[in-house]
């Protein structure tokens, strides 16, 4: 394709692409994103497009292969249009019919519709499926429609004209104060307000400045940014083309993990588009502007996700984090001013120019507006990636759109924010997603995710689970972190082996306030959420751990025993066989018996037994 | 010319000259903060953490390292309040417990008013204050040693575990260490590890005039930035 010049010419060449598309009566959407890719969802896309050539259909039929929908769990989905008609699990050999029935006659096919779980009931287009309804789609909806590898996609959906009307008509100072009146604060987990990072940054002295997209997203469980860069990079790009516009950077860094090959694939194809078409380069669109990005791979350091850490990372050092006392909008990589920004974040800064502040502004709380992306995991009915307006309460994330627990049990709490958030019990499912109130409640919105647990969960556990992985990711370079994390570890260890005592609670309460005030960056400023966001809502749970050396969900190794109730126990064996270690005897049709010395507690009996004659005590 | 800046510490008005980091303007005046990590001619890392203070602006007061905070017209700093004594006295224990063995080690838990241990001992050779590798980085330009591996496992080696060539075994690095100093005779030996408070008169002295530098015999122990200069 020719270089643009003008912003003409790239209207010009929206209003010709779609003049082209216009013979196009069907699109089949094929979610290619990395939890449907998971689920086969590349199989789907091959037997579709032969099955498309065979029956002479690819002239009319458009086959795109997407982003993430969301709904990763119901993999590999596919919606096709006209008719939005949404099929999930999807499987290679539907493919025959998917292309016979719906594609060429209209028919749906209702072996592939979803059903839900908790009514039964069928819902044939994504917009009446409860996941999706409760929902408010700004980001995650235009991944549906968009090939992620297709800049054309991208422009025909009206891309790139919030970057024009930038270019064209505002200035940097104006674009500032529209982010900064829209309320947009950073998506990544400190909620810093964007708008006044930008001023900063514009404000800042010297004449080289840096734009950076943090897309180093490391929480266990969270994958919303992965799902933006991969499903549609181009947005991410031309939200940090404004922002460098606004700052007067010349040069950007998109940092993304290596381990999410996918989102460096589709953002380097999407940056070397983006150069083609003079989007990026000298003299953008004919203006003065000139600005060029470049995709950086991280090595998967969870440090590296703190601002200091990547920059540092980025020069090609060891990546460890700097003293802060400086920030980085003023002394940032290089030592130069640099304006660094969650891939979410940079993705909401299209519509806001677009549609303006108000129109941004209108959505969310008092303190924080828009919509935020949840990664919404754990023992629920419905997971995957959910987009709400901030101020959405807890209970309509966890029950309305989650759908509730599974297997019948009683959901206990919600883990917000990752490692570095807390946990949040059922009586504080009312609390809205705010980045104030969840910081006040002692836990964080942080990046988004959100890990539900229900009565089989131990907090204490939890605890141990989060401070075990942020041991490991702990750059140990400030002694609280490295030596503060590893000792509340050894306390919660002792505590979960039967060995704790009281005043260790206090010892853990003290430790964790001395690392969250003292530690050297963010991550280890708060490392000790978990526990003492546990420690404030389940005390209890630490105290039976301690007094009665009992853990009440049944989780903890060493505080609990198996054993066989002889009147359930029908004597069929099957435990016996699945026992690695030989600890269950008995004779046929006899009660057995566990063996407690050779028992390890691997629940491998529990989980074979069909009569429930195992339990924990 | 050197530029002065005004800074408030503890109440003091201090005329310091512009770019220096708050702990040496606070030392230079006399006003005493425990510190570990520091040394008066190499760059700082913030690692100890010892030298926090609380740094006033607009009323609220932020926690962070004298060390790595420079000096800045009309700063308020508070190097000595209940909060800062307390974290670093939290902060001194988990230091002493992780390395008992050396006398620097236990006059800066000293000088902090750790009095119990509540955590089990820990006999490491290395607190990771990074003295040896920034002397060896920054004032001898060789690099022979750095820093290697990520959290629990990061320790002080040569690249790739060899001596290279280019360490030409000055021996800067030994001295600068904190752990090179024998522990003091009394307690502290392998396997029975405990404060024995012998050295109660120095323990008074630095609760009792804790905020004023009076050159005393724990600073030699730590190697105060005082001493090192």
Same mark, same amino acid.
């Given at each position: 394709?020719?270089?643009?010049?003008?912003?003409?010419?790239?209207?010009?060449?929206?209003?010709?692409?779609?003049?082209?598309?216009?013979?196009? $009566?069907?699109?089949?959407?094929?979610?290619?994103?990395?939890?449907?890719?998971?689920?086969?969802?590349?199989?789907?896309?091959?037997?579709?497009?032969?099955?498309?050539?065979?029956?002479?259909?690819?002239?009319?039929?458009? *086959?795109?292969?997407?982003?993430?929908?969301?709904?990763?769990?119901?993999?590999? &989905?596919?919606?096709?249009?006209?008719?939005?008609?949404?099929?999930?699990?999807?499987?290679?050999?539907?493919?025959?019919?998917?292309?016979?029935? $719906?594609?060429?006659?209209?028919?749906?096919?209702?072996?592939?519709?979803?059903?839900?779980?908790?009514?039964?009931?069928?819902?044939?287009?994504?917009?009446?499926?409860?996941?999706?309804?409760?929902?408010?789609?700004?980001?995650?909806?235009?991944?549906?429609?968009?090939?992620?590898?297709?800049?054309?996609?991208?422009?025909?959906?009206?891309?790139?004209?919030?970057?024009?009307?930038?270019?064209?008509?505002?200035?940097?100072?104006?674009?500032?104060?529209?982010?900064?009146?829209?309320?947009?604060?950073?998506?990544?987990?400190?909620?810093?307000?964007?708008?006044? @990072?930008?001023?900063?940054?514009?404000?800042?002295?010297?004449?080289?400045?840096?734009?950076?997209?943090?897309?180093?997203?490391?929480?266990?469980?969270?994958?919303?940014?992965?799902? &933006?860069?991969?499903?549609?990079?181009?947005?991410?790009?031309?939200?940090?083309?404004?922002?460098?516009?606004?700052?007067?950077?010349?040069?950007?860094?998109?940092?993304?993990?290596?381990?999410?090959?996918?989102?460096?694939?589709?953002?380097?194809?999407?940056?070397?588009?983006?150069?083609?078409?003079?989007?990026?380069?000298?003299?953008?669109?004919?203006?003065?502007?000139?600005?060029?990005?470049?995709?950086?791979?991280?090595?998967?350091?969870?440090?590296?996700?703190?601002?200091?850490?990547?920059?540092?990372?980025?020069?090609?050092?060891?990546?460890?984090?700097?003293?802060?006392? !400086?920030?980085?909008?003023?002394?940032?990589?290089?030592? @130069?001013?640099?304006?660094?920004?969650?891939?979410?974040?940079?993705?909401? !800064?299209?519509?806001?120019?677009?549609?303006?502040?108000?129109?941004?502004?209108?959505?969310?709380?008092?303190?924080?507006?828009?919509?935020?992306?949840?990664?919404?995991?754990?023992?629920?009915?419905?997971?995957?990636?959910?987009?709400?307006?901030?101020?959405?309460?807890?209970?309509?994330?966890?029950?309305?759109?989650?759908?509730?627990?599974?297997?019948?049990?009683?959901?206990?709490?919600?883990?917000?924010?990752?490692?570095?958030?807390?946990?949040?019990?059922?009586?504080?499912?009312?609390?809205?997603?705010?980045?104030? &109130?969840?910081?006040?409640?002692?836990?964080?919105?942080?990046?988004?995710?959100?890990?539900?647990?229900?009565?089989?969960?131990?907090?204490?556990?939890?605890?141990?689970?989060?401070?075990?992985?942020?041991?490991?990711?702990?750059?140990?370079?400030?002694?609280?972190?490295?030596?503060?994390?590893?000792?509340?570890?050894?306390?919660?260890?002792?505590?979960?082996?039967?060995?704790?005592?009281?005043?260790?609670?206090?010892?853990?309460?003290?430790?964790?306030?001395?690392?969250?005030?003292?530690?050297?960056?963010?991550?280890?400023?708060?490392?000790?959420?978990?526990?003492?966001?546990?420690?404030?809502?389940?005390?209890?749970?630490?105290?039976?751990?301690?007094?009665?050396?009992?853990?009440?969900?049944?989780?903890? @190794?060493?505080?609990? $025993?198996?054993?066989?109730?002889?009147?359930?126990?029908?004597?069929?064996?099957?435990? &016996?066989?699945?026992?690695?270690?030989?600890?269950?005897?008995?004779?046929?049709?006899?009660?057995?018996?566990?063996?407690?010395? *050779?028992?390890?507690?691997?629940?491998?009996?529990?989980?074979?037994?069909?009569?429930?004659?195992?339990?924990? $005590? | 010319?050197?530029? +002065?800046?005004?800074?408030?510490?503890?109440?003091?008005?201090?005329?310091?000259?512009?770019?220096?980091?708050?702990?040496?303007?606070?030392?230079?005046?006399?006003?005493?903060?425990? +510190?570990?990590? +520091?040394?008066?001619?190499?760059?700082?890392?913030?690692?100890?953490?010892?030298?926090?203070? /609380? %740094?006033?602006?607009?009323?609220?007061?932020?926690?962070?390292?004298?060390?790595?905070?420079?000096?800045?017209?009309?700063?308020?700093?508070?190097?000595?309040?209940?909060?800062?004594?307390?974290?670093?006295?939290?902060?001194?224990?988990?230091?002493?417990?992780?390395?008992?063995?050396?006398?620097?080690?236990?006059?800066?838990?000293?000088?902090?008013?750790?009095?119990?241990?509540?955590?089990?001992?820990?006999?490491?050779?290395?607190?990771?204050?990074?003295?040896?590798?920034?002397?060896?980085?920054?004032?001898?330009?060789?690099?022979?040693?750095?820093?290697?591996?990520?959290?629990?496992?990061? %320790?002080?080696?040569?690249?790739?575990?060899?001596?290279?060539?280019?360490?030409?075994?000055?021996?800067?690095?030994?001295?600068?260490?904190?752990?090179?100093?024998?522990?003091?005779?009394?307690?502290?030996?392998?396997? /029975? /590890?405990?404060?024995?408070?012998?050295?109660?008169?120095?323990?008074?002295?630095?609760?009792?005039?804790?905020? %004023?530098?009076?050159?005393?015999?724990?600073?030699?122990?730590?190697?105060?930035?005082?001493?090192?200069?």
């Amino acid at each position: 394709m020719p270089r643009l010049n003008s912003f003409r010419e790239l209207e010009h060449l929206r209003e010709l692409l779609r003049e082209q598309r216009q013979g196009i $009566t069907t699109t089949v959407m094929v979610c290619g994103g990395t939890g449907c890719q998971a689920s086969r969802s590349q199989d789907v896309i091959d037997a579709v497009r032969d099955e498309l050539s065979t029956q002479g259909l690819d002239q009319s039929v458009r *086959l795109c292969v997407t982003g993430c929908h969301g709904f990763c769990e119901q993999g590999p &989905v596919m919606i096709i249009e006209p008719g939005n008609v949404f099929y999930c699990h999807v499987s290679p050999a539907d493919a025959f019919e998917i292309v016979s029935q $719906t594609v060429m006659k209209g028919e749906v096919i209702e072996r592939l519709l979803y059903t839900d779980p908790v009514s039964g009931e069928i819902f044939q287009t994504e917009a009446e499926i409860p996941f999706y309804r409760s929902q408010d789609r700004q980001l995650l909806s235009k991944n549906r429609m968009i090939d992620p590898c297709s800049i054309e996609d991208y422009i025909v959906a009206g891309g790139y004209s919030a970057l024009t009307k930038v270019l064209y008509g505002v200035a940097p100072d104006n674009i500032i104060k529209e982010i900064e009146l829209s309320g947009l604060r950073g998506r990544g987990g400190g909620g810093f307000p964007t708008g006044r @990072k930008w001023k900063e940054c514009r404000e800042a002295p010297g004449d080289e400045k840096y734009v950076i997209c943090n897309a180093d997203e490391g929480d266990p469980g969270a994958y919303m940014d992965r799902c &933006v860069l991969e499903g549609n990079p181009h947005l991410v790009l031309e939200g940090m083309m404004i922002g460098a516009w606004a700052i007067g950077a010349r040069k950007g860094y998109v940092y993304v993990r290596n381990e999410y090959p996918l989102a460096v694939k589709h953002s380097r194809i999407a940056v070397e588009q983006a150069r083609e078409l003079g989007l990026l380069g000298k003299n953008i669109l004919g203006s003065s502007f000139s600005f060029d990005v470049d995709i950086a791979r991280g090595g998967g350091a969870f440090v590296c996700g703190e601002s200091t850490a990547l920059m540092v990372s980025l020069e090609g050092k060891v990546g460890e984090p700097r003293p802060k006392d !400086v920030h980085t909008v003023i002394d940032g990589l290089y030592h @130069k001013p640099t304006t660094l920004n969650n891939v979410e974040t940079w993705a909401n !800064v299209p519509s806001i120019i677009l549609n303006g502040a108000s129109w941004f502004a209108s959505k969310g709380t008092e303190g924080s507006k828009g919509t935020k992306i949840l990664a919404l995991t754990g023992r629920i009915k419905n997971t995957g990636l959910v987009e709400v307006a901030m101020g959405t309460p807890i209970s309509t994330v966890v029950f309305d759109i989650g759908g509730g627990a599974i297997d019948g049990n009683m959901i206990k709490a919600v883990q917000t924010g990752g490692p570095s958030g807390g946990c949040l019990p059922l009586d504080k499912f009312d609390l809205p997603v705010d980045f104030d &109130v969840l910081s006040e409640a002692g836990s964080m919105v942080g990046s988004g995710g959100m890990v539900v647990m229900d009565e089989s969960s131990c907090m204490v556990d939890v605890a141990k689970y989060f401070l075990t992985f942020l041991q490991d990711e702990s750059c140990g370079k400030c002694l609280p972190c490295r030596v503060g994390i590893d000792r509340m570890l050894e306390i919660i260890t002792d505590i979960t082996e039967g060995r704790g005592r009281l005043e260790q609670i206090d010892l853990l309460e003290e430790l964790a306030e001395t690392v969250s005030l003292t530690a050297l960056c963010g991550l280890g400023k708060t490392a000790p959420n978990p526990v003492l966001s546990t420690l404030r809502y389940f005390r209890s749970e630490y105290e039976a751990h301690i007094n009665e050396k009992k853990c009440p969900a049944g989780v903890c @190794k060493a505080l609990i $025993t198996y054993w066989i109730d002889p009147d359930l126990c029908t004597g069929c064996g099957v435990c &016996v066989q699945g026992c690695v270690h030989q600890a269950i005897t008995g004779g046929k049709k006899q009660p057995h018996v566990i063996d407690t010395q *050779l028992c390890q507690k691997c629940g491998i009996c529990r989980s074979e037994c069909k009569f429930d004659a195992i339990l924990i $005590t | 010319m050197l530029q +002065h800046v005004n800074v408030n510490i503890d109440g003091a008005n201090i005329r310091a000259v512009r770019g220096t980091s708050v702990l040496d303007a606070a030392i230079e005046y006399g006003i005493c903060i425990p +510190h570990l990590c +520091h040394v008066p001619y190499l760059p700082d890392i913030g690692a100890c953490r010892l030298c926090i203070v /609380e %740094h006033v602006v607009n009323g609220r007061s932020n926690v962070t390292t004298s060390c790595t905070l420079n000096v800045e017209e009309g700063m308020v700093i508070l190097t000595n309040t209940d909060k800062i004594r307390q974290l670093r006295r939290n902060l001194a224990e988990l230091l002493v417990a992780q390395a008992p063995n050396s006398r620097a080690i236990q006059d800066i838990a000293l000088r902090c008013g750790v009095k119990e241990v509540r955590y089990p001992f820990r006999n490491e050779d290395c607190v990771l204050c990074g003295r040896c590798v920034r002397v060896c980085t920054e004032v001898w330009r060789a690099r022979a040693i750095g820093f290697v591996g990520r959290g629990k496992e990061r %320790h002080v080696d040569y690249p790739f575990g060899i001596r290279p060539e280019f360490c030409k075994q000055c021996g800067n690095c030994v001295q600068v260490c904190p752990m090179t100093i024998p522990p003091c005779d009394g307690p502290m030996k392998p396997g /029975e /590890e405990y404060l024995c408070g012998k050295c109660e008169s120095q323990l008074m002295l630095a609760d009792e005039t804790p905020d %004023h530098c009076v050159w005393c015999k724990l600073g030699e122990g730590f190697t105060c930035g005082r001493y090192v200069q």
